[in-house]
Nanobody, 125 residues
């Protein structure tokens, strides 16, 4: 059974930084793409960044130049380094691993179906 656990959120002032981590078990981590999503209150969940099994990555326009996604296949972990945070980055952040299913989200050319519990990021102005 695939398990996805994220951590690292918190409260930070605008302009600050946070690093999110996500560890996956129950799957061959290196074979699959990973992604970060976020959902603000009253808004739909949106894809923030994805990284392929071979290390290709992309970002939603609103975070380009500020966020960096990376993965450590030896530790089954994906990271999201968030710099120059803005109040509009405030959201629950979810890590997801590639997979198909009824609740899968399509992002960056991949389906993501295994989700973390979410970690709250709050940026104060």
């Amino acid at each position: 059974q695939v398990q996805v656990v994220s951590s690292g959120g918190g409260l930070v002032q605008a302009g600050g930084s946070l690093r999110l981590s996500c560890t996956v078990s129950g799957m061959t981590f290196d074979d699959y793409a990973m992604a970060w999503f976020r959902q603000a209150p009253g808004k739909e969940r949106e894809g923030v960044s994805w990284i392929s099994s071979s290390g290709y990555m992309d970002y939603v326009d609103s975070v380009k130049g500020r966020f960096t996604i990376s993965r450590d296949n030896a530790k089954n972990t994906v990271f999201l380094q968030m710099n120059s945070l803005k109040p509009e980055d405030t959201a629950m952040y979810y890590c997801a691993s590639e997979g198909t299913g009824r609740s899968a989200y399509f992002f960056g050319g991949y389906y993501f179906n295994y989700w973390s519990q979410g970690t709250q990021v709050t940026v104060s102005s």
